[in-house]
């Protein structure tokens, strides 16, 4: 007598997304990430603000980093502002949570929340952006959070563990690969 075979075990995809190059190549495309840019200094700040540092400096380097032009309108926002937003954002249990307090700053959106929370913690969060989005196929589609949440994070991780690799490198990748191909 035959024994049934276990179904192979089946991964959830969002059916919008396709990653537009081998996923062999993950390492690859991350190791170009340094071509193009040094995030040591954004890292760096990430890490003083998961550490209680809360002050505009920390916060510029991030939103410098992420886009120039963003940088100028964290000055509609008060010191105690910043500083309450950043403090909840980093002991946020839900994404939802540290996404939406820092989306209620001026000059922050999805696509610099996710860079904000990343350089926070690179192990919990990845960048949204452009770049991202078109190395996944979707260039057209808009950073929303309802995006990143429901489908762009879980698609990330799942690259991430079929990788064997961090949503830090994954990130690196798609950035890397858009920029080279774009």
């Known amino acids: 007598m035959a024994t049934a075979k276990a ?12 990653l537009r190059f081998p996923i062999t190549e993950v390492q690859l495309w991350a190791d170009k990430f340094s071509q193009f840019d040094d995030d040591t200094a954004v890292l760096d700040a990430g890490k003083n603000i998961c550490a209680g540092e809360y002050g505009l400096e920390n ?10 032009r963003r940088a100028k309108l964290l000055a509609d926002n008060s010191h105690s502002e910043r500083e309450e937003a950043l403090r909840i954002a980093v002991s946020a249990f839900e994404p ?68 064997g690799v961090s949503l830090r490198t994954v990130d690196k990748a798609l950035w890397s690969w858009s920029k080279v191909n774009s």
């Open 7 to 18: 179904p192979a075990r089946r991964i959830r995809t969002f059916p919008g997304f396709h």
């Open 96 to 163: 939802r949570t540290a996404f939406g307090v820092l989306m209620g700053l001026a000059g922050i959106d999805t696509p610099m929340a996710s860079a904000i929370l990343t350089t926070i913690d690179p192990s919990r969060y990845t960048i949204i952006d452009w770049r991202a989005l078109d190395a996944l196929g979707r260039p057209d589609w808009s950073a929303s959070l309802k995006l990143y949440l429901r489908y762009y994070f879980p698609e990330c991780a799942r690259i991430a563990a079929a990788a």
């Open 59 to 68: 916060l510029l380097v991030i939103v410098d980093w992420k886009s120039k």
